[in-house]
Each structure stands twice: as structure tokens, then as C-alpha cells.
Nanobody
């Protein structure tokens, strides 16, 4: 599967953005999807996941502010980001894996989110 992330940009603290990740192929519904981010000088971290059944999980740092969702008809996964903080500034990546693989195998290019104070 090929992944294409979009939707990043510059936003003021407290604002919102919605990231999209479009996937190629006809088996998108079988993939577990994840959003990761990497800030300059920091390690990549997992932000949110949504499995093939629609179950979601979030990093503690974004719980209550970010929402991950998917539209299998559109082969797209979304990350709705609200109440953005300066510390949310990072390159955001979407990734995919398919059972029984436990490691995210497919990665999109990053989309930059910059939150200004």
C-alpha cells in the first residue's frame, strides 16, 4: 500500500488542523493505521492508532484533543487535531500494517505541522 499524507500547515496555539492520509489499493480496510510524529531533535513517537475494526488508541499527550478516524470507502485515515499546543509542532507521518505483522511496514511522507504561540 502507498500512503500520502496531507493537511499540515501553520496554526496558532489553540487552533485546529485535520490531517489526511490517502492509501492506494483495494485492501485498505484490512490495515491497521497509525499516526506518528517527529519533532526536531526528538525521537519519533506514536500519536494515535485505529485498527481495522475501528478501535482507537492515543498517546497520553494528545488524549482529549486529537481524534483518529477512517473512511474505508475513501481509503483515507484522518487525524483531527484540536487545542493545538506549541509542543505539537512536528512532522506527522501515517503508517500501515496488516495482520499478522506487528510492525508498521508502510509509511507515507511527512506533513509538517507548526503551532505558533
Amino acid at each position: 500500500v502507498q500512503l500520502q499524507a496531507s493537511g499540515g500547515g501553520l496554526v496558532q496555539a489553540g487552533g485546529s488542523l485535520r490531517l489526511s492520509c490517502a492509501a492506494s489499493g483495494r485492501t485498505f480496510s484490512r490495515y491497521d493505521m497509525g499516526w506518528f510524529r517527529q519533532a526536531p531533535g526528538k525521537e519519533r513517537e506514536l500519536v494515535a492508532t485505529i485498527n481495522r475494526s475501528g478501535g482507537t488508541d492515543y498517546a497520553d499527550s494528545v488524549k482529549g484533543r486529537f481524534t483518529v478516524s477512517r473512511d474505508n470507502a475513501k481509503n483515507t485515515v484522518y487525524l483531527e487535531m484540536n487545542s493545538l499546543k506549541v509542543e505539537d509542532t512536528a512532522d506527522y507521518y501515517c503508517a500501515a500494517k496488516i495482520w499478522p505483522t506487528t510492525v508498521y511496514t508502510y509509511w507515507g511522507q511527512g506533513t509538517l505541522v507548526t503551532v505558533s504561540s
